[in-house]
């Protein structure tokens, strides 16, 4: 969607337009719901915070002044939501509804077709995922929240800037330096069980 | 060579353009460095494997059914739509809110207006019923000092006192600086002077 179909979206909106709402969540909210499933590791939670996210918008879109920047709005909405959640977890870690990271991604990669006709090429492929994902969990928060923006969110890095509010610089310096030590975790990883 | 981007470092540019988010102009820049500079190449490769690896991760929604996806959305336009209908509803509250207070902020305007008006009056109402007892107490007098009838004299004495005996319930005398204060003083004045005369026999008079 280019920057004027979205502002005039996000007008019809604020003038309480139903289907322009509909159309709204049509067309962010996956790319929401994906970023807050990796980021809380629980269906349950991240549909509950997207919708709080789009319930905040509904109550700010009046004071919203429109700079471009909806998009990166939105996600610093959800970014925000997730952190606080995420504090309150840590105060209170045992949650009802929260889904452990392994079952959660273990249920993602049964789901996942397999890539070869090799037999042992799907269990590979799982293996490869699971020390991935294994790997993305033990990345420092402000790393692991950059890529989860670009990857899930779909965002690109100038956006992810914005929704962080620093500069492109810093925020493909830590996207590299995340890039780097997946790199070192996934061979660590790999070397261990042998 | 010029560099691609002379904000951002080599690898910050190979990460921008494995990204897909480098202009045509700054990847030609780019991928001419890259040609030219083996270290450039070596670094382009590697943060194009590493760029590689995170999307090798699949993505929620890829793995959800339409059903799914369906029902995700229609909870989240639920939301929205209730969260709409809430916000017209306590719009429409508070502009009758308004309304309601900015009535009653008349009202209540008009009923003082109304009390005041109403004190004024009556205050003025007093004022002028008491200047014009006094003034008819003047007369009197007058009448009574101009009279040379003793008989017509007492009745007109008498008529004086039964105003002044008024003046005095309605507190005329005990105001002290009152309008009516030095015209009561007067007028007790006057009535000694007439019980004087009447008393006194007019030379010639025998008072029979």
């Not at chain 1, 789009?54 to 004071?63: A, P």
């Not at chain 2, 799914?68 to 989240?76: F, G, L, T, W």
């Not at chain 2, 009390?115 to 200047?131: C, F, M, N």
Request: with cysteine.
């Amino acid at each position: 969607m280019d920057a004027r179909t979205l502002a005039a979206l996000v007008l019809q909106c604020r003038n309480g337009d139903r289907g322009a709402w509909d159309a709204l969540v049509e067309q962010y909210w996956q790319r929401l719901y994906s970023y807050a499933v990796q980021a809380t590791r629980s269906n349950e939670l991240a549909n509950d915070l997207v919708q709080e996210t789009f319930l905040r918008v509904v109550q700010k879109l009046e004071r919203y002044e429109d700079q471009g920047k909806f998009e990166a709005w939105l996600f610093r909405i959800l970014v925000n939501l997730v952190r606080d959640n995420s504090r309150s977890a840590s105060r209170h870690p045992v949650r009802s509804g929260n889904v452990g990271v392994g079952d959660q991604m273990v249920d993602l990669i049964d789901s996942m077709p397999g890539k070869s006709d090799s037999p042992e090429a799907p269990l590979e492929h799982k293996e490869h995922l699971d020390r991935l994902y294994t790997a993305m969990e033990k990345l420092p928060e402000l790393d692991r929240q950059v890529l989860l923006l670009r990857h899930y969110g779909d965002m690109p890095f100038k956006e992810i800037a914005k929704t962080l509010d620093c500069p492109l610089g810093t925020v493909l310096a830590r996207a590299h330096r995340a890039l780097g030590k997946l790199r070192v975790l996934m061979e660590v990883g790999h070397e261990t069980p042998q | 060579m010029k560099r691609p981007n002379k904000h951002l470092s080599l690898s910050q540019t190979c990460l921008l353009d494995v990204s897909g988010e480098l202009g045509p102009k700054a990847r030609e820049h780019l991928q001419q460095h890259v040609a030219t500079y083996p270290a450039a190449h070596l670094e382009y490769e590697l943060v194009r494997g590493r760029f590689a690896m995170l999307q090798s991760l699949p993505k929620i929604e890829d793995q959800l059914d339409q059903v799914s996806k369906a029902r995700i959305a229609a909870n989240i336009k639920k939301g929205i739509h209730q969260s709409l209908d809430q916000q017209r509803k306590a719009q429409r509250q508070a502009k009758l809110a308004r309304v309601f207070y900015g009535f009653m902020a008349a009202a209540s305007g008009v009923a003082a207006a109304l009390v005041v008006a109403a004190g004024v009056y009556i205050v003025h109402e007093r004022q002028l019923a008491h200047r014009q007892r006094i003034i008819d107490a003047e007369n009197t007098f007058q009448e009574v000092a101009q009279t040379q009838l003793p008989g017509e004299g007492k009745s007109r004495v008498d008529t004086l006192a039964r105003r002044i005996s008024r003046l005095e319930q309605s507190g005329g005398i005990s105001a002290e600086g009152n309008v009516g204060n030095s015209h009561m003083m007067n007028l007790l004045d006057a009535l000694d002077s007439v019980h004087a005369t009447d008393s006194v026999p007019a030379p010639g008079d025998s008072g029979y």
